[in-house]
T-cell receptor, first 111, second 114 residues
Framework: QQPVQSPQAVILREGEDAVINCSSSKALYSVHWYRQKHGEAPVFLMILLKGGEQKGHDKISASFNEKKQQSSLYLTASQLSYSGTYFCGTGSGGSNYKLTFGKGTLLTVNP | NAGVTQTPKFQVLKTGQSMTLQCAQDMNHEYMSWYRQDPGMGLRLIHYSVGAGITDQGEVPNGYNVSRSTTEDFPLRLLSAAPSQTSVYFC?????????????FGSGTQLSVL
């Protein structure tokens, strides 16, 4: 069952912040985040493995609330290069076995 | 280091034709998978393999066959193409299915079935 992402799309001006949410009706053991630019392959951003874990990558960070069965991706001081579609993926039992992705969130950063 | 290589990049088929999408990785990855991507649907898992000789179905396996005779290769076969199989296909691999292993994606194959 696909995780649910929100919002479906967001438009920002350079320097603004955004939050992308990912929730699941099943218990979550891990959450993957990937970014895909138009016409390209998805690229790995980060994995969160434990409830409450937070990770950061440049100005992109994420949190994982195991109890609420959700994860959030935070993009701060957005740059033009952040534009793309963001996908969360959830695996079975914490692995990437049968990784199931949400439908994606299209992020557009304008000058 | 080539990573995950998919061929062809583009393909047009007529309904009923068969073809094989190729996927090869040179990273000695144990786990390989095929996804299809349709507008508004995200990435949906077609088939996956946890090692040579071992394959299993994902969410949308109908109309597709796979085999894994070597660690490196994981071809996807369309037996009788249908317009509903028009999509972008991505092959992905990871070192193992273990916790924390990220997926590496190929550049994709854009398939149109007329």
């Amino acid at each position: 069952q696909q995780p649910v992402q929100s919002p479906q799309a967001v438009i920002l001006r350079e320097g603004e912040d955004a939050v992308i949410n990912c929730s699941s009706s099943k218990a979550l053991y891990s959450v993957h985040w990937y970014r895909q630019k138009h016409g390209e392959a998805p690229v790995f951003l980060m994995i969160l493995l434990k409830g409450g874990e937070q990770k950061g990558h440049d100005k992109i960070s994420a949190s994982f609330n195991e109890k609420k069965q959700q994860s959030s991706l935070y993009l701060t001081a957005s740059q033009l290069s952040y534009s793309g579609t963001y996908f969360c993926g959830t695996g079975s039992g914490g692995s990437n076995y049968k990784l199931t992705f949400g439908k994606g969130t299209l992020l557009t950063v304008n000058p | 280091n080539a990573g995950v290589t998919q061929t062809p990049k583009f393909q047009v088929l007529k309904t009923g034709q068969s073809m094989t999408l190729q996927c090869a990785q040179d990273m000695n990855h144990e786990y390989m998978s095929w996804y299809r991507q349709d507008p508004g649907m995200g990435l949906r898992l077609i088939h996956y393999s946890v090692g040579a000789g071992i394959t299993d179905q994902g969410e949308v396996p109908n109309g597709y066959n796979v085999s894994r005779s070597t660690t490196e290769d994981f071809p996807l076969r369309l037996l009788s193409a249908a317009p509903s199989q028009t999509s972008v296909y991505f092959c992905a691999s990871s070192y193992s299915v273990g916790v924390g292993e990220k997926l590496f994606f190929g550049s994709g194959t854009q398939l149109s079935v007329l």
